[in-house]
């Protein structure tokens, strides 16, 4: 008789049929639907919103702890460009097998307005009203804001009533992420992966509200200095002005998987994605 394997989050389902030919009509209805799951699974330009919700994804826990799966050599160069857009893909793939569209660059002109309206409220809520009637589903935007800007990639889920979203920023690095010229919002969910391998948190996790408020006062004075000398430049009639440039680096010493929180950060991206996914335990 056959046997059918229980497909595995993120994971190339085989086709896992022991039969040539099936015995009887039951068993015909199985194979159709283990190559309809593998469709959903594998084709991430293309998944069928229909099969993805066949798939039976009953721990939560299971899903996250697959992003650490991911591996790169830990060489000088971990930290390229090139690694971290490796790592970002595969961690969209992997909300796409869950049952998320993937929008392409093409169509994400479609959700312009969309997108303007979770942008105004991204630092202080994580839901908004659907008063432009948008049509129910769960997409994946890659670079909602393009390339140079953040999040790398936002999850938003359209009900009748409301929309859920929530960005997503991937990390590499060494031991900490490089923060450039922004630092960790609140309520953003970063998934990091180094030389120990791979974490997950809230940006809450990394910065307090105290430290947000020294980074802004020091934002601001030094936008006001830029402009001010910007001024006597202008003055002067000549072809040159100041461009300021800052980034946000943690101490020497800070290892995102070998503190004492690391599980407990994780915990908290955990409870968020529960109830965003609808993942059931």
């Known amino acids: 008789m056959a046997t059918v394997t229980e497909p595995i989050v993120g994971e190339i389902i085989p086709n896992v049929l022991t039969d040539d030919k099936p015995k009887n009509e039951n068993i015909a209805e199985t194979t159709t639907e283990t190559k309809h799951i593998e469709t959903a699974v594998v084709d991430t330009e293309t998944p069928d919103k229909d099969t993805s919700k066949n798939l039976d994804i009953k721990n939560i826990f299971g899903f996250i702890e697959s992003f650490k799966k991911f591996k790169i050599e830990a060489t000088d160069k971990e930290n390229t460009q090139n690694n971290g857009k490796m790592f970002e893909n595969f961690v969209k793939d992997k909300f796409i097998s869950i049952g998320y569209t993937d929008v392409s660059s093409k169509k ?17 809520n994580m839901t908004i009203p659907n008063t432009r009637s948008y049509k129910c589903e769960k997409i994946l935007i890659q670079q909602p804001n393009g390339s140079q800007k953040t999040p790398d990639l936002l999850l938003v889920d359209i009900s009748k009533d409301v929309i859920q979203f929530q960005p997503i920023e991937v990390k590499t690095g060494k031991n900490s992420a490089t923060w450039n010229n922004t630092y960790p919002k609140q309520d953003w969910i970063y998934i990091f992966s180094g030389n120990n391998g791979v974490t997950y948190f809230l940006g809450s996790s990394l910065i307090t509200d105290d430290v947000v408020k020294i980074f802004e006062e020091y934002k601001e004075i030094r936008k006001k200095l830029a402009a001010e000398y910007n001024e006597r430049l202008h003055a002067l009639k000549c072809s040159w002005k100041l461009v300021d440039y800052f980034k946000f680096e943690h101490t020497s010493g800070v290892n ?6 690391c599980e407990e950060r994780e915990k908290s991206v955990d409870d968020i994605l529960l109830k965003f996914t609808g993942l059931s335990l």
């Open 256 to 261: 995102y998987k070998k503190d004492d929180m």
């Open 108 to 124: 994400k002109n479609i959700y312009k307005n969309l997108i303007d309206d979770i942008k105004k409220v991204y630092n202080s």
